[in-house]
């Protein structure tokens, strides 16, 4: 909140509903919806790196404002719910990021619909060279799994994902639907041939990862419309990446984080490569101007280092309590120029060992 | 020259004589590591805290806060609040002003004149001051009722540093007519001397300690009933300080202190943080006498804790100079610091003396000039925070130490050792009349030393160096000084009424044999309850099982002085001190008991576990009577009890007075804490050349808090103060932006160290008993941060060659980064200057 100049909160506080709605009485609900207005568990949230959203504004509260809750059975009924429900109502995945928003005050859902009764969601799949993730795939499950670790950047995305808690209860689909400029998976999954399936009563579509992200916190679903699955193409041979997040501690996100996804051609020449930056602007950012600098060349110093200043121009950080501006740029810079060392030696075939930093250590 | 001074106190010449005559007979159960008891209870979840009671008509209250640091108050209105459904009543601070008297100001003049009301008044100081609050029937209702509450204010400029108070442009409490809350001059030796006859003085322009807290697991809790029929006020809490509260709470309220009723329970973590919640005990007492004596409940949220529990002291080192002599031994230091105490001064301005308990540090410097200063700001207030206000001095010490070792071209750990004070020097006594009892810092500086592997790391580090890599070695000497002297409150305010330091307990054999012991103390973590069975179990000759210890305050059921609370590094020795009382005043009874009761001799009694429990034999008749039969004759079977045992009640009650006299007022001169124990960390730091993060290579910690009571739990208290100081030194800051606005009201921003940043940590454990208390312990609770003194040094050793000064205690990524730019473009010479008097060689190696 604070670090923004205009979002003190208002002097003068409004209630924007009538408050009469309680939570239903769910037994099976799942504990998270639970949390939101029944438990004293308050862990709090402060905004991520953007600004300009309204949405954005921490207050001072542990107990979310009533809403009512609605179970779906199917991806059908989760559309025709929201439909019904109407554009204050929320779906819910793992709660992850919502909860802490509702509990804040931040967010305000007159109703929550929740999917994670719907079969089949959270599946995690390997076929014709693409691993298909359910929308309510958890990033551990995804850790643990077989797909991942065939895709050395997955599996350094999701083991390093704030905390167990968070893990164990946050989902893929839920992430990349949040769309905060901080989240990891957009970040990585950028990286590679990333689609992402979705479902609305008027029919199916699935849309390029590269075209879904509009701005931070906003995505091009409709009010609608659900993730039902992402799939991504499982990288070629000699293709490998690397993810480096610097956090200041775990259950925090990243101060500044690095993709990098390389695919290497005969005598370490680089045959192409995509560089994704985390944290550092509204949304994830391809570095363009820094791959083109290295792809279909040999991968020297001299290259790197100047694919790593483009990639400091590319940057386009704020000052926040993780950090100013300048040093992201700093920061962002160093991660990628080791994700590519990272990368290109796993892309030789080394086991190496890569993930998230941590404050003194 | 330091000169070895004599120790002429008469009252500590005392204390040393008794504590040898006691400590007579190898104790069975002191120092033994046993297991805490009370893990059992608190690792399954069966503590009980604050929020785990619920009392048969409870309400919860709910404050709405400031969202600005400094503005006028023009309208509060909770008429839409009060109508919500679940709604019982609601406070306003205008309400408020009419039903209590401000609090007392423990500061003299100026801050006399500060009106420090529980709720802000007609303007808000700091951002999440309480402005009104709402009560209903439940938690939910109470915050929906709160966000209708409606609050305009007009904004003031806010004062937000210490050098910005001292400027006096904009007031925080006009009526005071300053900024500046406390000032007085801290001067001994002959300055003027040793700055003339000085081979070398270093110029440093400004040192900064920065504002961080602790942040205890769990945030402030508190039921309160006011209870007309019975006139009383009873409060279940977590603070850990209620008789200093209950002082406070009484002329508010304007009830008799015995009207106060203090009860606390298991408390998850204080630190010191929870001594200054009482303005709430004072709004919750209100809200359940106007809410129809019904109980009201607060648990502070995370956020709130941030914003407007306490803070830890901020400090500013002005113009400091220096004097060595031609080897690198500090002569002198003059200095001017700035203590920023936030919106109300509370517990201060005690710490504009406290940290005199340190005044040289671990060193021998005698000629000390400390120009010392507090100002209020538009901040949170501060309160006591583990290691408070002697870290800062410290700190501070430290910095200067490093400072000069690198100007002069002295090896650190030469350069400490040059200018500790020895071994053979203790007790020693300080230039302020501070009484060190014993330590041995340079043996503990060799054992940290070893520890690390310091002559290898001095080896890597050279080579590193070649590589360009920054890496640093780094030391921090630190003071645990423990058990207070309150009379240091009257170089604060002459008219102070208190003194002395004390704590009662009560050793009781109860109806059916069964040895209880109470005392008031608030334990927060520290293992009270094992160590006092400890110390029990070898008066009575037991174990430590056969002995209940009942923790927490307790108005009505355990004992208590004025003093009674969990502060200033002390159980081990007052605690401790007061349960040894008791239970050799049973003992003593016991044995008149067992003497009638067997026909034995007193003399002949031995204490013991027989086939029927905990008894008292006669070695010569070979005949026992246990616990039972013993404590059956004076309380249930006592027809037959002869008169001259009519005094023996098995209840024994007593109070352990620490040794202090008055302190000379106008020198600023006496006695300030019985013991110190010392911790000194030896830290391996480097500096990432691409992202400036500091990564910790390796760490040792070396405490010596005299005699260890259970060496596990002093491990722990170590490995907590250490992760504590990391998390300080890299991660953990409560800054504020210019507006007054606090940028760490979340974790998530105030990034509270975990295991993740943690190195692996190496322990070293010396001795060195107190001569001043009956079991040789020392206090150590607060470890006096060392680790914030062993980073920032090992940065300096890192970075000096780049020409960066560290001269802050908080240190990122980022602000290295900084640094290093500004070196570059020549910032380091404006901050620190050397000046070479003499002819005599710039080195002294
Ligand atoms: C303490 C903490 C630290 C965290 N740190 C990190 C971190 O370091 N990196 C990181 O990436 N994340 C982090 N997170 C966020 C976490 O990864 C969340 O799990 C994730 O962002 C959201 O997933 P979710 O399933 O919890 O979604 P929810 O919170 O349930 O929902 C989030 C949003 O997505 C919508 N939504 C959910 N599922 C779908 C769907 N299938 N289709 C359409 N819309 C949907 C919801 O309506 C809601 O608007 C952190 C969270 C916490 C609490």
């Known amino acids: ?361 | 020259m330091a000169k070895t001074t004599r120790v002429k106190n008469k009252r500590l010449k005392a204390a040393a004589g008794s504590g040898k005559s006691r400590a007579t007979g190898a104790p069975k159960w002191v120092g033994q590591p046993i297991r805490r008891v009370e893990e059992d209870r608190l690792v399954r979840g069966k503590g009980i805290f604050v929020d785990d009671q619920k009392l048969t008509g409870m309400l919860h209250i709910r404050f709405v806060r400031s969202s600005y640091g400094h503005a006028k108050i023009t309208r509060v209105d909770v008429t839409k609040a009060a109508a919500l459904p679940g709604v019982v009543c609601t406070l306003t601070g205008a309400e408020v002003k009419g039903l209590v008297k401000p609090f007392i100001e423990i500061g003299p003049d100026v801050g006399q004149k500060i009106a420090d009301y529980p709720m802000a008044v007609d303007k808000v100081v700091y951002q999440g001051e309480p402005v009104a609050a709402v009560v209903a029937e439940n938690r939910m209702a109470a915050e929906d009722a709160a966000e209708l509450v409606e609050v305009e204010y007009e904004p003031l400029p806010p004062v937000m540093t210490a050098e910005d108070a001292l400027k006096e442009g904009s007031l925080v409490h006009p009526g005071m007519g300053t900024n500046r809350n406390w000032h007085g001059v801290f001067e001994y030796g002959d300055m003027e001397k040793a700055f003339k006859q000085a081979d070398h003085v270093v110029h440093i322009d400004r040192l900064h300690f920065h504002r961080f807290s602790s942040t205890p697991l769990e945030c402030n809790a508190m039921i309160a009933v006011w209870d007309s029929r019975s006139e009383r006020i009873e409060y279940w809490s977590n603070n850990s300080f209620p008789s200093f509260a209950a002082q406070f709470l009484s002329p508010a309220l304007g009830v008799r202190i015995d009207q106060i009723l203090m009860k606390s329970f298991d408390i998850g973590g204080g630190f010191g943080i929870k001594i200054t919640n009482y303005p709430y005990m004072a709004l919750c007492a209100l809200a359940s006498r106007k809410a129809g004596d019904r109980p009201v409940k607060w648990t502070e949220t995370r956020t709130e804790h941030m914003q407007a529990s306490a803070h830890g002291n901020e400090r500013t080192f002005l113009d400091t100079r220096v004097a060595l002599d031609k080897n690198g031994v500090i002569t002198a230091i003059d200095s001017r610091h700035v203590d920023d105490c936030g919106a109300y001064p509370r517990y201060e301005p005690l710490g504009c003396v406290i940290w005199a308990q340190v005044l040289p540090g671990s060193y021998r410097v005698r000629n000390i000039r400390i120009d010392m200063n507090q100002v209020v700001t538009n901040k949170c207030p501060v309160g006591p925070n583990r290691g408070y206000s002697r870290m800062q001095q410290l700190w501070f010490l430290e910095r200067v130490l490093d400072i000069c070792g690198h100007s002069l071209g002295i090896p650190t750990d030469e350069m400490r050792l040059r200018n500790y004070i020895r071994k053979n020097e203790m007790p020693y006594e300080t230039p302020n009349g501070c009484v060190y009892d014993s330590g041995d810092y340079a043996g503990m500086l060799a054992m940290g030393k070893t520890l690390v592997g310091w002559d290898d790391w001095k080896r890597k580090q050279a080579a590193a160096r070649e590589e360009g890599r920054w890496i640093g070695l780094g030391i921090g000497s630190t003071l645990d000084s423990g058990t207070n002297n309150f009379g240091q409150a009257r170089i604060i305010n002459a008219g102070a009424p208190f003194s002395g330091q004390s704590k009662a307990a009560i050793a009781k054999l109860d109806i059916y044999g069964e040895v209880v012991i109470s005392m008031g103390s608030v334990p927060q973590g520290q293992g009270h309850e094992t160590t006092a069975a400890q110390v029990v179990a070898d008066v009575l000759g037991v174990s430590p099982g056969h002995v209940k210890v009942k923790p927490g305050f307790d108005t009505e059921q355990n004992a208590y002085t004025g003093h009674t609370g969990t502060y200033a590094s002390q159980f081990a020795v007052t605690g401790l001190s007061a349960i040894h009382g008791a239970a050799t005043k049973l003992r003593k009874e016991m044995s008149r008991l067992a003497a009638w009761a067997l026909k034995a001799k007193e003399k002949d009694l031995e204490f013991g576990v027989g086939a029927q429990g905990p008894e008292v034999r006669d070695k010569r008749s070979k005949k026992s009577i246990n616990y039972w039969a013993l404590a059956n004759i004076v309380n249930v079977n006592n027809a037959g009890m002869p008169e001259k045992l009519w005094d023996v009640t098995l209840n024994c009650r007593h109070v352990y007075h620490a040794p202090f006299q008055l302190p000379d007022v106008k020198k600023k001169f006496g006695n300030l804490t019985l013991t110190y124990a010392a911790q000194i960390h030896v830290a391996v730091v480097e500096v990432d050349r691409d992202t400036f993060q500091p990564k910790i290579l390796a760490y040792a910690c070396v405490d010596d808090c005299g005699r260890a009571i259970n060496p596990r739990i002093v491990e722990g208290q170590v490995h907590g103060c250490t992760a504590h100081g990391i998390g300080a030194a890299l991660m953990e800051d409560c800054a504020y932006d210019g507006d007054g606005n606090l940028l760490a009201s979340t974790f998530s921003d105030y990034t509270p160290i975990t295991a993740m940043n943690m190195p692996d940590l190496l322990y070293g454990h010396m001795e060195s008993p107190s001569p001043f208390t009956f079991n040789g312990a020392k206090g150590m609770g607060e470890g006096g941060a060392a680790p914030v003194h062993t980073i920032c040094a090992a940065l300096q050793d890192a970075l000096y060659s780049k020409g960066v000064i560290i001269n802050d205690s908080h240190n990122t990524g980022d602000s290295i980064f900084l640094a290093v730019q500004r070196a570059g473009t020549g910032g380091f010479a404006s901050s620190v200057r050397i000046e070479h008097r003499r002819a005599a060689g710039r080195s002294a190696r």
């Open chain 1, 1 to 361: 909140m604070s670090q923004v100049p205009n979002a003190r909160v208002e002097a003068v506080y409004f209630s924007s509903a009538g408050g009469e709605t309680a939570v239903s009485s769910c037994l099976s609900a799942p504990i998270a919806i639970e949390c939101a207005r029944t438990t004293t568990n308050d862990f709090c949230r402060s905004p991520t790196a953007d600004t300009r959203h309204p949405k954005r504004q921490a207050e001072n509260i542990v107990y979310a404002h009533p809403f009512s809750y609605h179970r779906a059975g199917s991806l059908l009924e989760a559309s025709e719910l929201l439909q019904q429900l109407g554009e204050e109502a929320r779906l819910i995945a793992g709660g992850q990021s919502l909860i802490p928003l509702m509990k804040m005050r931040m967010v305000r859902p007159s109703a929550l619909v929740d999917i994670n009764f719907i079969p089949g969601l959270s599946e995690i799949r390997c076929s014709d060279g693409q691993l298909r993730f359910g929308a309510l795939a958890r990033h551990a499950d995804i850790e643990e799994s077989d797909a991942a670790s065939s895709i050395p950047i997955v599996q350094d995305c999701a083991a390093g994902i704030a905390d167990v808690q968070v893990r164990n209860q946050g989902t893929i689909g839920g992430s990349l639907a949040e769309a905060d400029p901080s989240g990891d998976w957009g970040a990585v999954l950028l990286t590679l041939e990333t689609s992402v399936r979705c479902s609305r009563p008027s029919g199916e579509r699935t849309i390029a990862l590269d075209d879904f992200f509009k701005d931070a916190y906003t995505t091009v679903l409709g009010h609608d419309e659900l993730i039902s699955e992402i799939i991504v193409k499982q990288p070629a041979k000699n293709s490998a990446g690397a993810y480096l997040a610097f956090k200041r501690s775990a259950p925090v996100y990243a101060t500044a984080s690095a993709a990098v996804q390389l695919t290497l051609g005969d005598s370490d020449t680089c045959k192409d490569v995509r560089i994704v930056l985390g944290c550092v602007g509204l949304t994830a950012i391809r570095a363009k101007e820094a791959e083109k600098t290295l792809r279909e060349k040999k991968l020297e110093k001299k290259r790197i280092d100047s694919a790593v200043e483009a990639v400091r121009a590319a940057a386009e950080p704020q000052d926040d309590m993780r950090g100013s501006a300048d040093y992201k740029r700093v920061l962002i810079a160093a991660l990628v120029k080791r994700a590519i060392g990272i990368a290109a030696r796993r892309a030789r075939g080394e086991q190496v060992e890569a993930g998230h930093e941590y404050v003194g250590r």
